[in-house]
């Protein structure tokens, strides 16, 4: 009223301007409230598709998480989520509307927050091609060339690839050759260095890779689909999958459009805040510090300051923050600049941009300190994560997190200062100085890193202001090294200790002075990277001369001293007085080798291309050198079964599009489920409550022991042997066991709710738990092992002790444990269904066990359960027994809450509770006559089964099948298996026969050192002959012309050059000091059985063919074989040549409720027993429709399959047909045959080993497929390579598994394979008993890695032959070396004061 008698009582123009006035208001406030909009919103495009995202999304979310919930791409797969395993690799492609360039590079998907990629493009394996429109070339060369088993790792190794190549084909290189990239072989080869694979062992992934280079020698690469093996190399570049450049837009149009209209993204000159300001971009530092002030914040926020969001990956988030600044738009944080002084690297800056900088310019020479930084920035982490990785951030966790960083050591010793941003100041402080200071808070701001330059002949720069001795340009020169020791050289390893070394040189008449030497250590376990000040003022202005080199080694061991608690500490320390060593013991009098004599001492010793024992040239190779060849007879007998065909599935499983269980999409109402473990091995449950953080809040209910339904038992796992409870009833039975299951909205979520979970225990009154064998036997605790499992001891201990010349008594031996690392892990997804049913979709090897024990849990009937698997994403034995307790927990609590549960694990739970192989203690007698004719063994052997049967009692069994490889006289044996506070050990590919393995080989080699001869002339002394075989293995030698072994190993040795290159090895070692060399050739003789398996065959209206089997696809080829199998025994009733018939015919998923009598899919057998079943059913088929197929080709000329088809159905013939296979009693055994030499060299100061070659000679009898088995023999010996050499599987004083994830646990990677891998299979020809004449691959290829632990054991013997005076201590020949053969076990045999003795050595002979 008010207000209308007052605009009644304004004039016109009055009126005018005020409806003006409120129109401008009200169009102002519509512009605010869009442009809040558009701030509020985040556009980005997936293979090519636009997401716009408006919602407030939690900011923590990460790409990954958002692909896989949110998009139908789940190409990228979640491995570890710590970015160590490359399977979430993704492009991601930023698009500059300025300059219209696109700039391409890989990103590791779990760590790049969702956010962060505001106004970019995100390119994965379904975007570059799909089964849709068109596979990419990458994708059917990965099929093609046999790279892809279980398929999980495909999809990053198919965008790290991609990116590798794409970013080639725009540098300015001159045109490749039509077919080709610009990639060159060097860069192929490392383009996957920060993708594991753990079925394959990389070699076909190289090959891949390998294919697209422009400089690669077309015959080199490994067997293929595309062409035979000889044919015309020339015009084998066409029958590749073709590749044409330019072909992929990683940047669609739409979004450059939006980008120049700037309608929306990436405004340079306002502050981005999305979310209702969750998510902050500042574009000043000024802003930033705003930002962080509590009004702005709000008291008691958790805020973080993020670039790459790398870090959470090293420290996980366990709780929500409330707030992200993300720092990359802060121009003064991410500039470059560069001049006379040096360079000044914005913090912000990425690890990859800055060795792009480093690299260039016109004042940077080989060797010159920026290109030394730069090359060793290239060893840290993988391409995909230095491609998000700040160097800022990588110098707060340094300063802040005790981090290991390279990069604050190798800056250090360049003399490197830093400009930070505290409080309200700028502060120009030294690297050291920066890192000295108490933990920085969260609001200081690293602002940029200046490294100086330094002057190759003089000195114009100095350290902290002070100048330092100013030397003539031409008789000072200027040195620079980095080291790094890890145990993977690339592949994405913190280092056991890194350094830097920088100093000026003078050259006096013939001696060198040290000039202000600045000396950086690291990584070693210290608070952070250290100066050595004092050995640096003990080295400054000193002749190096051995006493002072001496003397500057000792104050380095005394300096560098890893904190408490630090593992390898000794080794620490000794590889900083190595790598002094090594920097300065070229410019010693004395030492220095003249390069001309060193030169000819190369080619004498070096024929075979490898190391020349000084300089370590195999590690500055810029290129991995790898090579292989494959050598097998294909035969067309039985066609299409013995045909290298591709992999079944293999080009959907690289383009991403196959689905595994988590890729599943979710059901409505779909809940999400995470395990709380117990920490104790044997406590009392008092209650368990929850930290009161924000993740805590999103638990929905805990489900546990309570929750299990009336008639229902607490039964997480079963085998032939015993039960496992799903859960702890009131007392915990070992660390890692599972106390309740947290139910939340998201995985994510649920996981972190799991972590906050606080236990309370109690121990009173509890007996202490056995955590170890000798505790177990104290206490008399062992499982039984059923007396048909009971070996049976050979011939006579004591006679053959009496006849032994000597005698070897009690010798002790451990072998430690090994994970599974599949790259997926254990995961599931329980569906309620009407009528108190449960449908299951697990990622198993033995779904019918997982149907039982989810059905004893429920308390329901069987029938009532049904486990679909289709595929699994690695098991080797972890997805057997050990998968049921995840199945069991989900469909229990989707039982409670009526809605579908699904778990994925993280993988240190998985690592926690995945149990895996066996740990054991071994003591051994053996006697043996003075010609090295072993006359009897005797082994005790305590095995730690963990808290349940499980399979544990097979082991016996299994173990001495495998120490029967040779012949030891008399062989007895005390077995005991252990039951321990422990995780339940399960089967791991090989169970009991790899550890066998090794047991023999240790015997064999501890024989020969007593001896003093050749462990190659006892082993073949002690080789079984057939009557010996006949013997040890009775009932299942087969025929005197089965037993392959002896030709095998002969042929293996002519093949390799053994002999000769044993002799090389000799001349090797004899001109090198800090390098050796050893060679070492193993036999197998493997034992598998065949067990019952179901399959059945369908053919359908069209002629095409479903087939079931009772085998699950585990990524071992077994659907592949299984379809060759099909086609073959159909074969009789198809006329028609032209017709593709492995195109015709499918494998379905397990289903238990569609066949039945599944079984385990385990033992290396059930592809061929699979087969077997798949034969029988066809023969039935083939018997029924034989008559009809008879009777029409007497009607019609040509009879097609269709009509045959068509006209069955007509007259209703049964097309199904199902068959149970039983294998003949007598031929239920077999034995497998191989044999394997590895050539090694060891780096005495590092104690790092390479593996120079291996050839591998296997006997796969008419092999199914032997692209597959030949897959199946590399990806197993490099499996056993892991287990022999690199994996720790370690547990803490409680038995609880502290190996974690990847940043502790290392399988191997591209970098650790053998340089050159030679597999050949032998086809031993007709095997009367054997299906199709066949032979097992699975696992015993995987004992032929022990190869590589015996090689190492020569080069170490010879290292203490000359380091050890000559075995005067007597330990030079024999001496017991740990599995795995790591880094500090191999420097530790070698003396870890070795460089000290050589020096004291020298000076003593003066
Ligand atoms: C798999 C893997 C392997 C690795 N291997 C190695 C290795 O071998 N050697 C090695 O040296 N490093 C290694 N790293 C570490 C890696 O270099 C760092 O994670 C990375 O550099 C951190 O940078 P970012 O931008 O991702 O930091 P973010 O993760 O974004 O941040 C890390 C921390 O620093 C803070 N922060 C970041 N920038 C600033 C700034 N300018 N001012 C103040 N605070 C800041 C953040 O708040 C956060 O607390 C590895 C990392 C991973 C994930
Ligand atoms: S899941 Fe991202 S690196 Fe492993
Ligand atoms: S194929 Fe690489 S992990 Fe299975």
């Known amino acids: 009223m008010v207000y209308q008698l007052f605009y009644r009582r304004l004039g016109i123009v009055h009126r005018l301007l005020l409806l003006s006035f409120i129109l401008f208001l009200l169009l102002f406030t519509e512009r605010e409230r869009e442009r809040e909009r558009e701030q509020n919103q985040m556009v980005f495009a997936v293979n090519g598709q636009r997401f716009e995202l408006s919602t407030v999304l939690d900011p923590s979310t990460s790409l990954l998480d958002f692909l896989r919930t949110r998009t139908r791409f789940k190409g990228p797969k979640l491995g570890c989520g710590e970015g160590g395993c490359g399977a979430c690799v993704v492009l991601l492609s930023k698009y500059d509307p300025i300059t219209e360039q696109v700039e391409d590079h890989t990103v590791n998907s779990c760590l790049t927050l969702l956010h962060s990629i505001n106004g970019c493009s995100i390119t994965t394996s379904e975007g570059l091609g799909n089964s849709k429109d068109g596979f990419h070339p990458i994708h059917q060369r990965f099929s093609g060339f046999h790279a892809s088993q279980c398929g999980f790792c495909t999809p990053g190794m198919c965008m790290s690839l991609f990116s590798a190549i ?24 490392k383009a996957i260095a920060g993708n594991l694979c753990r079925c394959t062992g990389y070699r076909p992934i190289v090959d891949v890779c390998k294919s697209f280079a422009s400089d690669v020698e077309i015959e080199d690469l490994g067997l293929n689909s595309f062409w035979r093996k000889g044919e015309n190399a020339n015009g084998n570049v066409d029958k590749l999958p073709s590749y044409r450049r330019n072909e992929i837009h990683t940047f669609p149009d739409f979004l450059k459009n939006e980008i120049k209209s700037s309608t929306c993204l990436m405004s340079e000159t306002e502050n981005e805040c999305l979310t209702e300001c969750h998510w902050h971009s500042p574009i000043s530092v000024e802003e930033l510090q705003n930002l962080l002030e509590p009004k702005e914040l709000g008291i008691g926020k958790r805020v973080k300051l993020v670039v790459g969001n790398t870090g959470a990956g090293i420290y996980k988030e366990l709780d929500h923050y409330d707030t992200y600044i993300d720092l990359r738009r802060i121009p003064e944080l991410s500039a470059i600049k560069r001049d006379s002084k040096g360079i000044e690297i914005g913090a912000a800056v990425t690890i990859s941009k800055a060795i792009e900088a480093l690299m260039e310019g016109k004042e940077i020479l080989p060797g010159s300190v920026f290109m030394k930084i730069a090359n ?7 391409v995909s994560i230095r491609n998000t990785a700040s160097l800022g951030g990588n110098l707060i966790m340094a300063q802040r997190n005790q981090f290991a960083s390279d990069i ?14 505290t409080g309200s100041e700028r502060i120009l402080l030294t690297l050291e100085e920066f890192l000295n200071r108490p933990p920085c808070d969260s609001k200081t701001i690293l602002l940029s890193i200046h490294i100086p330059s330094w002057n190759p002949g003089r000195n114009t720069c100095s350290e902290n202001g002070n100048s330092i001795k100013y030397m003539p340009m031409k008789e000072t020169q200027l040195l620079f090294e980095t080291y790094r020791a890890a145990p993977r050289p690339l592949g994405n390893a913190v280092a056991y200790l890194n350094c830097a070394f920088l100093a000026y040189v003078s050259r006096t008449s013939d001696e060198f002075v040290v000039v202000s030497p600045q000396l950086a250590f690291g990584a070693y376990g210290t608070n952070h990277a250290i100066r050595a000040r004092k050995v640096e003022r003990f080295l400054a202005g000193k002749s190096l001369t051995v006493p002072v080199l001496l003397e500057a080694i000792r ?13 390898s500490p000794a080794y620490r320390s000794s590889l900083a007085v190595g790598f002094l060593f090594d920097f300065l013991r070229p410019l010693v009098k004395g030492l220095m080798v003249p390069i001309k004599d060193l030169q000819m001492k190369i080619s004498d010793c070096d024929a075979n291309g490898g190391a020349n024992g000084y300089f370590n040239t195999l590690e500055n190779k810029s290129s991995l050198g790898l090579s292989a060849k494959q050598v097998l007879e294909v035969h067309g007998e039985y066609f299409p079964v013995g045909k290298p065909t591709e992999k079944a599935g293999a080009e959907i499983q690289a383009s991403g599009e196959a689905v595994y269980v988590d890729d599943m999409p979710s059901p409505q109402d779909c809940l999400h489920g995470a395990f709380i473990c117990s920490t104790k091995p044997l406590a009392r449950v008092k209650g368990i409550e929850f930290n009161s953080t924000s993740a805590s809040k999103r638990i929905m209910t805990v489900v546990s022991v309570k929750d299990i339904p009336r008639g229902g038992k607490n039964i997480g796992s079963l085998s032939i042997f015993g039960r496992e409870p799903l859960f702890a009833d009131d007392v915990t039975q070992f660390a890692g066991q599972p106390l309740g299951f947290v139910i939340a909205e998201t995985q994510k979520y649920a996981n972190m709710a799991a972590n906050q979970a606080v236990v309370d225990y109690d121990m009173e009154n509890l007996e202490p738990p056995i955590l170890t064998v000798e505790e177990a036997v104290e206490r008399s605790s062992f499982f039984e092992v059923p007396s048909f499992l009971s070996p049976t001891p050979i011939g006579d201990f004591s006679k053959g002790m009496a006849e032994a010349d000597h005698k070897i008594l ?17 995961t599931a997804l329980a569906i309620p269904d009407e009528d108190n049913c449960m449908v299951v979709y697990s990622s198993c090897q033995c779904p019918e066990n997982a149907q039982q024990v989810i059905a004893e849990c429920l308390g329901i009937p069987h029938h009532n359960v049904r486990v679909i698997t289709r595929r699994v994403g690695g098991g080797f034995g972890g997805k057997a027994l050990r998968a049921l307790p995840v199945a069991t927990a989900c469909a229990l609590a989707a039982y409670k809450l009526q809605r579908p549960v699904r778990i994925y694990l993280d993988r240190k739970t998985d690592m926690i509770m995945a149990g895996g192989r066996h740990p054991m203690k071994i003591n051994y007698t053996v006697g043996f006559k003075s010609d090295g004719k072993i006359t009897a063994l005797h082994t005790d052997i305590l095995i730690n089964a963990g808290i349940s049967e499980d399979i544990s009692p097979i082991m016996p069994s299994n173990m001495v099948g495998a120490l029967k490889r040779y012949n030891w006289g008399a062989f007895s044996f005390d077995i005991k298996v252990c039951k321990t506070n422990h995780s339940s050990k399960s089967a791991m590919r090989g169970p009991g026969e790899v550890q066998a393995s090794f047991i023999a080989e240790a015997v064999i080699e501890h024989v020969a050192s007593a001896l003093s001869v050749e462990a190659d002339f006892i082993r073949k002394k002690n080789l079984h002959t057939f009557e010996s075989l006949n013997l040890f293995y009775e009932g299942i030698a087969g025929e005197p012309v089965e037993y392959t072994l002896p030709s095998v190993f002969d042929k293996l040795a002519a093949s390799s050059s053994f002999h000769h290159r044993t002799e090389m090895i000799k001349q090797f070692n004899g001109c090198n000091k800090w390098k050796k060399r050893g060679i070492s050739r193993v036999p197998i003789v493997h034992e598998v059985r065949l067990r019952p398996t179901p399959g059945r065959v369908s053919i359908l209206n069209d002629g095409s063919i479903v087939v079931e089997v009772g085998g699950i696809e585990l990524g071992q080829g077994l659907w592949t074989k299984v379809k060759q199998m099909t086609a073959f025994a159909l074969n009789r009733l198809w006329s028609d040549g ?20 599944g079984g385990f899919t385990a033992g290396s057998t059930t592809s061929e027993a699979s087969c077997a079943a798949v034969q029988l059913a066809c023969n039935v088929l083939v018997e029924r429709l034989m008559p009809l197929k008879e009777s029409l080709q007497q009607q019609m000329e040509v009879l097609s399959w269709d009509a045959l088809i068509f006209q069955a159905n007509l007259q209703s013939v049964n097309l199904s047909s199902s068959a149970l296979w039983i294998p003949d009693y007598s031929s239920m055994q077999y034995l497998n045959y191989g044999a394997a030499i590895s050539e090694v060299e060891i780096d005495l100061i590092t104690g790092a080993t390479t593996i120079l070659r291996t050839d591998i000679t296997y006997d796969c009898g008419q092999s199914l497929n032997p692209a597959v088995d030949l897959g199946q023999v590399e990806g197993a010996f490099v499996q056993g390579l892991g287990f022999f050499m690199l994996e720790q599987y370690e547990t803490n004083s409680d038995g609880l598994v502290v190996s974690e994830g990847t940043w502790t646990y290392k399988i191997p990677t591209v970098d650790t394979i053998p340089k050159q891998f030679n597999v050949e299979l032998l086809n031993s020809g007709h095997h009367k008993k054997r299906i199709l004449s066949s032979k097992a691959s699975g696992e015993p290829p995987l004992l032929l890695a022990v190869s590589v632990h015996c090689a190492t054991r020569e080069a170490i013997r010879e290292a203490r032959k000359e380091h050890f005076c000559n075995g005067s201590d007597g330990s030079t020949w024999a001496f017991q070396m740990k599995v795995p053969a790591t880094m500090p076990v191999v420097k ?19």
């Open 166 to 189: 794409f970013n080639a084909d725009k540098t300015g290189r001159p045109d490749p050759p039509h077919g080709f990239s610009k990639l060159t072989v060097s860069e192929a080869e």
């Open 376 to 382: 060793h920035m290239d060893k840290i982490a993988s």
């Open 408 to 421: 604050a050591t190798i800056l250090l010793a360049a003399g490197t200062s830093v400009n930070i941003h």
């Open 555 to 567: 104050l380095v061991r005394a300096m560098v001293v890893p904190k408490e608690g630090t593992s």
């Open 810 to 826: 009690s010798s002790k031996i451990e072998l430690g444990s090994q994970y599974y690392f599949y790259m997926e892990t254990q």
């Open 1138 to 1157: 032209s017709l593709d018939v492995l195109e015709r015919v499918r494998v379905l998923q397990a289903d238990t409720l569609s066949m039945v009598q």
């Open 1388 to 1406: 530790e045999l070698c003396r870890l004061d070795n460089v000290e003795r050589y020096l004291e050595n020298m000076l003593s002979h003066r």
